[in-house]
């Protein structure tokens, strides 16, 4: 029902930023809510972000809290990440996915997923 693909990885520096995107297929787009997950080498995939239909509601993991920030273009089918004062931590392939879950909890009530971007914080 739904396609998504990530952009805007790379290597940065510590302290620094680096917004990701989540482009979308489809006509229903704002139906779903969209999060942000992250899986670094050696560890379990994480949650990161995720916010809901409209984009009036967002919720993070303490980890990011106050550092990242998601929002949401339903005209441009498109969710975005944006990452300030990163640190090696942050280092992970991150994915968004999609689900029609109110209020979903767990990583598999998101039933769509991307391929994942790469992000490498140097120090």
């Known amino acids: 029902q739904v396609q998504l693909v990530e952009s805007g990885g790379g290597l940065v520096q510590a302290g620094g930023s680096l917004r990701l995107s989540c482009a979308a297929s489809?006509?229903?787009?704002?139906?779903?809510?969209i999060g942000w997950f992250r899986q670094a080498p050696g560890k379990e995939r994480e949650f990161v972000t995720t916010i809901n239909r409209s984009g009036s509601s967002t919720y993070y993991s303490d980890s990011v809290k106050g550092r990242f920030t998601i929002s949401r273009d339903n005209v441009k089918n498109t969710v975005y990440l944006q990452m300030n004062s990163l640190r090696p931590e942050d280092t992970a392939v991150y994915y968004c996915?999609?689900?029609?879950?109110?209020?979903?909890?767990?990583?598999?009530?998101?039933?769509?997923w991307g391929q994942g971007t790469q992000v490498t914080v140097s120090s």
């Open positions: 489809g006509r229903t787009f704002s139906s779903y809510w």
């Open positions: 996915a999609a689900t029609t879950v109110f209020f979903p909890s767990t990583q598999r009530e998101y039933h769509y």
